[in-house]
């Protein structure tokens, strides 16, 4: 089974530039998850969809921050204008809907804003 | 405010020592509880997972965790630890909206 795929592996942007990343979760998974793992911390849930809705979105800096997640499937989040804090890496994750259903995690996008 | 705490961000142990790794969560309910390990440059991957029933839960890799609602905690446990488990390693727990939060995380290096 392919597991969450997300590109690109590496960003390297300005200040003030804008950046997206893209997330294809594992298929058949109603839910995703982006999550922000600055260095040495755990991850911090940005938003959380089921199917194209949004659950969750209260750690989303909305001001420059969004996620969209067209059809339910594929999703992309964006920075727009990135700062010198967004340097994070940047984790995309998938579940069933059951109850408790463990996430499976892709291999992140490693963001450095300079 | 529900939370997962690990209260170790760093721990060495010697290659074939013991290992526990602790986790206190704050909400009670019916905790759904997780451990993930994450290699450097890796994503996580999920170790094991408590729902219900024995509070002894076996996951991959030789480990293991235990739940004690009266502890509110779930550590986790390898009775001999390789050289190759030196990661990151993260509690988590569901909240009832579904919402999957982390602990800040475990160091863990290995001596050998």
């Known amino acids: 089974e392919a597991g969450v795929a997300q590109s690109p592996r590496y960003k390297i942007i300005e200040k003030r530039q804008s950046v997206a990343f893209w997330c294809n979760p594992i298929?058949?998974?109603?839910?995703l998850y982006w999550y922000q793992q600055i260095l040495g911390q755990g991850p911090k849930l940005l938003i959380q969809f089921q199917n194209n809705g949004v659950v969750d979105d209260s750690q989303l800096p909305k001001d420059r921050f969004s996620a969209e997640r067209l059809k339910g499937v594929d999703s992309t989040l964006k920075i727009q204008p990135a700062k010198l804090e967004d340097s994070a890496v940047y984790l995309c994750a998938s579940s069933l809907i059951r109850q408790g259903a463990e996430a499976f995690f892709g291999q992140g996008t490693r963001l450095t804003v300079v | 405010a529900q939370s997962v705490t690990q209260p170790d961000i760093h721990i060495t142990v010697s290659e074939g020592a013991s290992l526990e790794l602790r986790c206190n969560y704050s909400y009670g309910a019916t905790p759904y509880l997780f451990w993930y390990v994450q290699s450097p440059g890796q994503g996580l991957q999920l170790l094991l997972k408590?729902?219900?029933?024995?509070?002894l839960v076996q996951g991959i890799k030789g480990f293991e965790a235990e739940f004690k609602r009266s502890q509110s905690s779930f550590n986790l446990r390898k009775p001999s630890v390789h050289w190759s488990d030196a990661a990151e390693y993260f509690c988590a727990q569901i909240r009832n909206t579904g919402k999957l939060i982390f602990g800040q995380g475990t160091t863990l290096q290995v001596k050998p």
């Open positions: 298929s058949g998974h109603a839910t």
């Open positions: 408590y729902f219900s029933g024995d509070t």
